[in-house]
């Protein structure tokens, strides 16, 4: 039995629905409270006293779109904005990076034993095709749509034989979809930042979009840790299932490990190439710094050459100035004599132009 429900969410309005959901399945304790506790990555195995098995786990992933924006004269590739639900005040859902827009899911398997009619043994017996008598239930919480197709094509073949032996059948079938919802995003910032390497260099000179860079900087943080989350989910995985299988040594375990290994060498390739997407993200944030510094430093130099010119007239002139401005003051007297011979008279005053020259130029290196 595979069942399709809401993200369990209980702060939503269908919080009382998934209440009496986890009541009639008689699901964990430990599942709910991972929710609660605002768990985002986790892999748990649990069994009841009456022999139920439970296995779960929880996913999260930053969902990004794209949209084509005019930048100069080039259209580039940009985060979309029109997706993000922005929560908190009115300034915050102006910003362009208040982005709270995740891909999150829950997975929980219940597999539980049942005897035959008739049969006070307690104990599971053989069904069908050599498959122990089992009731298999998986339910999916806000799962991607993708998941919900893989899921029909798994019912319509033999596969779910398989499932009840392994219920990790089931959980591939997630990290499947999981791993195409991850690799999707990577791709999808891979083709923004590819846009702003080549478009946003070429106009650092109009300016560039740092707060674009910011955004795109957090998203493939975000991205590193949904993938490098998913990949520990999956190592959890196979050591618990290798744990398990370690006393059956049938094909079936062996290939189950193989195709766990597989499914984590997935999500170590993405991971691999959003940390290789990290590292150019810095390189092109240190170049756009260092092209704007070197702009900065042309017009610098350009202003330091006008100053320059300007300070040499001042030398050039000031001298002279100064010397024409103290002798055309009333303490100097340059006339005729009686006789009518040059004069220089200077007035007995002279001393308080002094005083006050000095008095007033201190007062103005003190505030200096």
Same mark, same amino acid.
């Given at each position: 039995?595979?069942?399709?429900?809401?993200?369990?969410?209980?702060?939503?309005?269908?919080?009382?629905?998934?209440?009496?959901?986890?009541?009639?399945?008689?699901?964990?304790?430990?599942?709910?409270?991972?929710?609660?506790?605002?768990?985002?990555?986790?892999?748990?195995?649990?069994?009841?006293?009456?022999?139920?098995?439970?296995?779960?786990?929880?996913?999260?992933?930053?969902?990004?779109?794209?949209?084509?924006?005019?930048?100069?004269?080039?259209?580039?590739?940009?985060?979309?904005?029109?997706?993000?639900?922005?929560?908190?005040?009115?300034?915050?859902?102006?910003?362009?990076?208040?982005?709270?827009?995740?891909?999150?899911?829950?997975?929980?398997?219940?597999?539980?034993?049942?005897?035959?009619?008739?049969?006070?043994?307690?104990?599971?017996?053989?069904?069908?095709?050599?498959?122990?008598?089992?009731?298999?239930?998986?339910?999916?919480?806000?799962?991607?749509?993708?998941?919900?197709?893989?899921?029909?094509?798994?019912?319509?073949?033999?596969?779910?034989?398989?499932?009840?032996?392994?219920?990790?059948?089931?959980?591939?079938?997630?990290?499947?979809?999981?791993?195409?919802?991850?690799?999707?995003?990577?791709?999808?910032?891979?083709?923004?930042?590819?846009?702003?390497?080549?478009?946003?260099?070429?106009?650092?000179?109009?300016? *560039?979009?740092?707060?674009?860079?910011?955004?795109?900087?957090?998203? *493939?943080?975000?991205?590193?840790?949904?993938?490098?989350?998913?990949?520990?989910?999956?190592?959890?995985?196979?050591?618990?299932?290798?744990?398990?299988?370690?006393?059956?040594?049938?094909?079936?375990?062996?290939?189950?490990?193989?195709?766990?290994?597989?499914?984590?060498?997935?999500?170590?390739?993405?991971?691999?190439?959003?940390?290789?997407?990290?590292?150019?993200?810095?390189?092109?944030?240190?170049?756009?710094?260092?092209?704007?510094?070197?702009?900065?430093?042309?017009?610098?130099?350009?202003?330091?050459?006008?100053?320059?010119?300007?300070?040499?007239?001042?030398?050039?002139?000031?001298?002279?100035?100064?010397?024409?401005?103290?002798?055309?003051?009333?303490?100097?007297?340059?006339?005729?004599?009686?006789?009518?011979?040059?004069?220089?008279?200077?007035?007995?005053?002279?001393?308080?132009?002094?005083?006050?020259?000095?008095?007033?130029?201190?007062?103005?290196?003190?505030?200096?």
């Amino acid at each position: 039995r595979n069942i399709f429900t809401d993200l369990d969410l209980w702060e939503s309005e269908k919080a009382h629905d998934l209440e009496s959901l986890f009541r009639h399945f008689d699901l964990p304790d430990a599942f709910v409270a991972e929710r609660l506790n605002s768990v985002t990555h986790s892999y748990g195995v649990m069994a009841s006293e009456e022999g139920t098995q439970y296995l779960w786990l929880h996913s999260l992933c930053k969902h990004i779109e794209v949209e084509t924006e005019l930048m100069g004269r080039f259209r580039a590739r940009k985060i979309g904005t029109k997706h993000m639900l922005a929560k908190g005040s009115a300034l915050r859902q102006e910003l362009r990076q208040a982005d709270y827009s995740w891909q999150r899911s829950a997975y929980l398997c219940k597999v539980e034993s049942k005897s035959l009619p008739g049969d006070d043994s307690g104990q599971p017996s053989e069904g069908v095709d050599g498959v122990r008598d089992k009731r298999l239930t998986f339910i999916c919480f806000g799962a991607p749509a993708i998941l919900e197709k893989s899921f029909e094509r798994l019912g319509q073949g033999g596969a779910w034989k398989r499932a009840l032996c392994e219920p990790t059948t089931l959980f591939q079938v997630v990290f499947e979809a999981l791993y195409q919802q991850l690799d999707s995003m990577a791709w999808r910032l891979s083709a923004v930042f590819a846009d702003m390497e080549h478009v946003s260099l070429a106009l650092v000179i109009l300016g *560039v979009d740092f707060l674009e860079m910011h955004t795109v900087a957090k998203s *493939v943080v975000y991205l590193i840790e949904g993938a490098e989350a998913i990949a520990m989910t999956v190592e959890n995985m196979l050591a618990s299932y290798t744990l398990t299988a370690s006393s059956q040594h049938s094909n079936q375990a062996l290939v189950t490990i193989q195709e766990l290994r597989y499914r984590r060498g997935l999500f170590q390739s993405t991971q691999l190439r959003l940390k290789s997407l990290e590292k150019r993200m810095s390189n092109v944030i240190n170049l756009s710094f260092n092209l704007i510094a070197q702009h900065d430093n042309r017009i610098i130099q350009r202003d330091s050459t006008s100053m320059k010119t300007i300070a040499v007239a001042t030398l050039l002139f000031l001298p002279t100035t100064t010397v024409a401005t103290i002798f055309g003051t009333q303490f100097f007297d340059f006339g005729d004599a009686v006789d009518g011979g040059p004069r220089f008279r200077v007035s007995h005053w002279i001393w308080l132009f002094a005083v006050l020259s000095l008095v007033i130029t201190s007062i103005v290196f003190v505030i200096w």
